[in-house]
């Protein structure tokens, strides 16, 4: 075995986005691409050389292969050892736990997250800091200058190694681990919530259905649910991940969950419904003939955590990203505990949970989390959600109506419109920009504009500045519109529209969200003249 230095140069196009470098497959699959790419995390970090690291996926199609690739880089890199998911394959809220759990010096996480995968779809490959966190803007911006200026790549020409099976081996004189994917991080779980209480929950006929998509949370939801809580054998559905993930779109939501939506809101519907995505760290929850949105999620989670024994000792803080509806900042008035409002990015959220000023974080696009990783977690909202259910003993729809009682409720909504040509969706964002210092003061559909701004974030820990982070336009009702463009994607952009209306109740508190915020809508699509620049009158996805 020996080492090969292989030369290359840049290829265009290698900038990651707010989670790593998302390309469709063939592309990732081109010559020296995704060799290019892991150089230059390594080079962009320092090297290699020496250090430990953790490598799993979501299971998507070439998953395997560039798990082989990557390994092989890494020992001719001269990394000590490499822990790998069993088959390449780790949840990243898992990744991030084994990263934490066994102090390496950071991960190399293989996934497009929410995106369909299969040999024509999407690949993703990000890096995890070693606190499991995704790498900060100034280490993605290290990498991306890499990418531009690289001439070699170094990987070695030893044999495909069996990730099939546990235990110890090496490449190329670098220690490889392979471990159970599932089990340290259901450990974790089980130091976090009550499962006594959930499976005396499940014994006494309580019924779930958690879809798994298709995809990498599969294995994880049925040893957790059916094995160790004891729910009915057959919970979990689609549990096996295949790496298109069976056709499906592993997005759960409304539109992409559809069967699980048809089932909840059917006439035999079980108490509680769930759904993870591609990679397992975003969240659908879903009673009995309710849907609960994930801003309004996180805010009846930042209420009631105190009953899981893992936050008995209450929150430090609640942090959001600034498209989430404001519902967990009033929970965290209520509370007396510290409110944060951040950029659209889970590594945003980093710096608040390791300084100690937030335990619970939360993202409108389906994802939450708290400080026992660095990355949001499907799975962990679900079971938190059940040793609520577990403790209170009532319905969702119950929670649901207490809470809307108890802060008022923001109606909220998401209007996504996929794959615009680049340059419209930007010549419209350029326009809508222009036009904010002179919008204060003005009447759209009946309600007076506040104020409008294209958001900034200054870290409270590092004091870091983040531009431009989306267009906000708020209105002296408490209304609000967000506008951005959305990074996630591997074609053309979308526009994501953030719609909200805060009703303070006591009346006018069951409303369909839709009809809630029809004058929202209306406004919107009237301030950005989304028809004119993109001929979209309707979104392609709706949540």
């Given amino acids: 075995m020996t080492v090969l230095t292989i ?18 497959t063939p592309v990732f699959m081109g010559a020296h691409y995704l060799e290019n790419f892991v150089q230059s995390i390594f080079d962009a970090i320092g090297g290699a050389a020496g250090k430990t690291f953790v490598l799993g996926g979501d299971g998507r199609y070439f998953n395997d292969r560039a798990a082989q690739t990557i390994l092989k880089m890494a020992a001719a890199n001269g990394a000590a050892k490499v822990i790998v998911g069993q088959n390449a394959v780790l949840s990243t809220p898992a990744a ?15 996934s497009a997250s929410h995106n369909p995968g299969g040999p024509e779809e999407d690949f993703g490959v990000k890096f995890n800091m070693a606190n499991g966190g995704p790498a900060p803007e100034a280490v993605t911006e290290a990498m991306f200058r890499r990418t531009t200026e690289i001439t070699e790549y170094r990987i070695s020409d030893a044999a495909d190694i069996d990730l099939g099976r546990i235990g110890a081996t090496t490449v190329d004189g670098m220690a490889v681990e392979v471990v159970d994917s599932v089990t340290d991080y259901a450990a974790l779980m089980e130091t976090l919530f009550d499962f006594p209480a959930i499976r005396a929950m499940f014994a006494g006929g309580f019924r779930m259905r958690f879809d798994a998509m298709c995809a990498v949370t599969g294995p994880y939801a049925t040893e957790i649910l059916e094995n160790r809580l004891g729910a009915a054998k057959g919970t979990v559905t689609h549990g096996t991940p295949l790496p298109d993930f069976g056709g499906m779109h592993p997005d759960p939501n409304p539109t992409w969950a559809h069967e699980l939506m048809a089932e909840m809101m059917g006439a035999d519907a079980p108490d509680f419904g769930a759904a993870s995505d591609g990679d397992g760290d975003r969240n659908m929850v879903v009673g009995r003939g309710v849907y609960v949105s994930p801003s309004d999620s996180l805010a009846v989670l930042a209420a009631n955590a105190h009953l899981a024994p893992g936050y008995a ?16 900042d009033l929970v965290a008035d209520a509370l007396g505990i510290g409110k944060y409002e951040t950029p659209t990015g889970w590594k945003f959220f980093g710096n608040l949970l390791d300084a100690g000023r937030a335990t619970l974080c939360g993202e409108e696009s389906f994802g939450t989390g708290s400080d026992h ?29 207490e809470h809307f009682a108890r802060f008022g409720r923001n109606y909220y909504s998401r209007h996504d419109f996929e794959a615009i040509a680049t340059d419209k969706a930007d010549a419209m964002m350029a326009e809508l920009r222009a036009s904010l210092a002179g919008l204060k003061g003005q009447s759209v559909e009946g309600m007076e504009i506040a104020g409008a701004d294209d958001f900034a974030y200054t870290d409270p820990v590092d004091g870091s500045v983040s531009q431009k982070q989306g267009v906000r336009i708020l209105f002296t009702d408490g209304s609000r519109i967000v506008m951005r463009l959305s990074g996630t994607g591997t074609e053309g952009a979308t526009l994501r529209v953030y719609l909200e209306r805060y009703t303070p109740g006591p009346e006018g508190l069951d409303r369909d969200p839709q009809e809630a915020l029809a004058p929202v809508i209306r406004a919107a699509h009237a301030l950005a003249k989304i028809a004119a620049h993109t001929g979209r009158t309707e979104p392609d996805v709706v949540t």
């Fill in 7 to 24: 030369a290359t140069q840049p290829i265009a196009g290698q900038k990651p986005g707010t989670s790593g470098l998302r390309k469709k």
């Fill in 373 to 401: 990783v660095r990355e949001k977690d499907g799975l962990w909202a679900v079971l938190l959600w059940l040793n609520i259910l577990a403790v209170r003993q009532q319905s969702v729809a119950t929670i649901m109506a």
């Fill in 96 to 110: 991030s736990h084994l990263i934490r759990l066994n102090k390496t010096d950071g991960g190399i996480i293989m």
């Fill in 313 to 328: 000792r209450g929150l430090a803080g609640v942090a959001r990203s600034m498209p989430t509806s404001a519902a967990a």
